[in-house]
């Protein structure tokens, strides 16, 4: 990667659907070379995909958590995964460090849909030992790595 790539992908962070004509504009390069460059990009697995982002409040998801997970032995980590991958809720699982064994992020339409959640599903799993929630309150920043 050079010093155009790294300002490709930065134009292409803050919005994904600006035109190629505005990137070449932008860069100072031909269309066909914006083009190419992205196409190297993705095959180079720098850009995994491209997605829609959904602002879960205006479908009625108004409860945002994260819930660390407790299991009793580290074996039980793929078993886990397994399960909580089932629950369409969670946007976001991680295998951890630390207390937790693992950290997952949860979408829900309100605290009593969490609770129903956790109790029912999540602490219902085989190996769970407990869990620990952190409701947020507000997200204050989301974006994604500058290179």
């Given at each position: 990667?050079?010093?155009?790539d790294?300002?490709?992908?930065n ?6 659907k600006?035109?190629i004509?505005?990137?070449s504009?932008?860069?100072g390069?031909?269309?066909?070379a914006?083009h ?10 720098i ?6 982002n959904?602002?879960p409040?205006k479908?009625?998801f108004t409860t945002?958590a ?28 991680h ?8 950290l997952?992020?949860?979408?829900c339409?309100?605290?009593q849909?969490l609770?129903?959640?956790l109790n029912?599903k999540i ?12 409701i ?5 920043i989301?974006?994604q790595?500058?290179?």
């Amino acid at each position: 990667m050079d010093s155009i790539d790294c300002r490709l992908i930065n134009l292409l962070r803050i919005n994904a659907k600006i035109p190629i004509a505005e990137l070449s504009e932008k860069i100072g390069i031909s269309g066909a070379a914006i083009h190419k460059r992205i196409k190297k990009l993705e095959n180079k697995k720098i850009f995994t995909g491209s997605q829609i982002n959904i602002d879960p409040k205006k479908i009625g998801f108004t409860t945002l958590a994260f819930v660390g997970i407790y299991l009793e032995k580290a074996f039980d980590v793929n078993f886990a995964i397994k399960k909580l991958k089932t629950i369409e809720e969670i946007t976001e699982c991680h295998y951890t460090t630390g207390d937790w064994s693992i950290l997952i992020k949860i979408y829900c339409k309100d605290n009593q849909h969490l609770m129903k959640l956790l109790n029912e599903k999540i602490q219902a799993i085989k190996g769970v030992s407990r869990t620990e929630t952190f409701i947020s309150l507000n997200q204050q920043i989301s974006r994604q790595i500058r290179i």
